[in-house]
């Protein structure tokens, strides 16, 4: 099937789900890889569980200098190296990991990810709306109609290069499209009535300390919906055993003295 004239990869990727008639649905894009064992161990990971949304695996990132590397779901959605070694699928609740999603630095990447077609469909179909991500956006909601199955061995090398979507977008359409990303998926967990805040506490205690300074770095500085980073910043105050003037001047450093006062964290 092909457009008569550039759609861009929004609609692209619509388009293409609207046309699949399998039970699953696998986007590969032209440079990428997807791993030869990937459907297989999707057809084995899914066979019998209705309950399962999606199938997901890490991919192989090439990154200019350095190679292919892997980012692995983090060790506090229950991750653990045994499960790579074994070859080990996790079956993971599916709304606690659209909750996940609200941290941007962690999502799951076209090609090595399947959906199930039929609740796709229910969720609306792949998001086309231009003030989002629409992959983490379609991602959310459709975890929040079913479970994962999350395979730890990588399932596609997907390739970083100066013409991937991303790298042509400026500062402010970065943030912007960030923030809309986060305010959307928050509306959609609010009309599910999905106890969204309980689930975010959950993720947030699993952060090292590293990871959740970088999750509330990267809240304000997209303009994410406020409760984000002050949810953020309490769990980090409930961790830190010395004085408040310690902490506050650990904050400065880390979000700089203009967004301190401006979000009024001291």
Not at 10 to 25: H, L, P, T
Not at 207 to 222: G, M, T
């Amino acid at each position: 099937f092909r457009h008569a004239t550039n759609v861009g990869p929004a609609e692209n990727f619509a388009s293409v789900a609207r046309e699949g008639r399998g039970q699953f649905i696998v986007i590969n894009q032209d440079d990428d890889i997807l791993h030869r064992d990937f459907l297989l161990r999707c057809h084995q990971a899914v066979s019998g569980r209705d309950n399962l949304a999606m199938y997901a695996a890490p991919v192989w990132r090439e990154q200019r200098g350095r190679g292919y590397q892997a980012r692995l779901l983090r060790t506090n959605e229950g991750y653990d190296h045994q499960f790579l070694l074994n070859d080990k699928i996790l079956y993971m609740d599916g709304p606690r990991m659209a909750v996940s999603l609200l941290n941007l630095t962690y999502y799951f990447l076209h090609p090595s990810l399947a959906i199930r077609r039929d609740v796709l469909v229910a969720a609306g179909g792949y998001s086309r709306q231009g003030d989002s991500l629409h992959d983490i956006l379609t991602e959310a909601r459709v975890l929040m109609r079913g479970d994962l199955a999350y395979d730890p061995r990588p399932g596609a090398m997907y390739r970083d290069h100066d013409g991937n979507e991303w790298k042509a977008y400026g500062r402010d359409l970065r943030k912007r499209l960030m923030a809309g990303t986060l305010s959307r998926i928050l509306d959609e967990l609010e009309k599910a009535r999905i106890d969204w805040p309980s689930l975010l506490q959950q993720e947030l205690k699993g952060y090292s300390r590293v990871d959740l300074e970088r999750a509330i770095k990267e809240w304000i500085w997209c303009g994410a919906p406020a409760q984000l980073a002050q949810k953020g910043i309490a769990e980090l105050r409930s961790r830190q055993p010395s004085s408040t003037w310690k902490f506050n001047l650990r904050l400065i450093r880390k979000l700089g003295l203009r967004h301190f006062i401006k979000h009024g964290l001291g």
